[in-house]
């Protein structure tokens, strides 16, 4: 009797952690999860809209206005001409509130969308979301939707330079002239 218990213990264990939304960590070559947030430029950007057309890079940052976060945009905006040769759309995401974001695009002077997540239901999607925030990963996503990889040791001061070169590993090719 007590191995059946054991067993209905078990599998009440597993229902109970698949009831809560714990899934498997993201892996290269998974689907990207899809997601519809609102940006720093006052658009809404869904993965989905993409598929077919470019490749995508997602880098989650934790908070606005924070000097590791503040490095890692002002990183990406100084080299946004470089990144923008690429057949590629890039954007940063947090679960900043969007007014956050707009505030914080504009003192970096990002020239590139910052997207805002702040229910943190798209960074729970990714396995990004920690005690109220993203940790700090970049997703690269194929024009089919495709994690090609992901980056779980970015660099701020760097971020640029390293995304530039992942970009040339994972030959995405660069925009017709």
Known sequence: MSLVRFFLACALSVLALL?????????????????????SDGREYRLQDFRDKQAVVLAWFPRAFTSGCTVECKSLAENGAEIRKYDVSYFMASTDPLEENVAFAEETGADFPLLSDPDGSVAK???????????????????????????????????AEDMLAQLQRLEVPLKSP
């Open 125 to 159: 999607a990714y396995g990004v979301y920690t005690r109220g925030f993203a940790r700090r990963y970049t997703f690269y996503i194929d024009a089919q939707g495709l994690i090609t990889h992901i980056d779980k040791a970015v660099k701020p001061s760097t971020s």
């Open 19 to 39: 009831s809560t939304g714990v899934r498997a960590e993201l892996a290269v070559g998974d689907l990207a999860p899809d997601f519809v947030l609102q940006a």
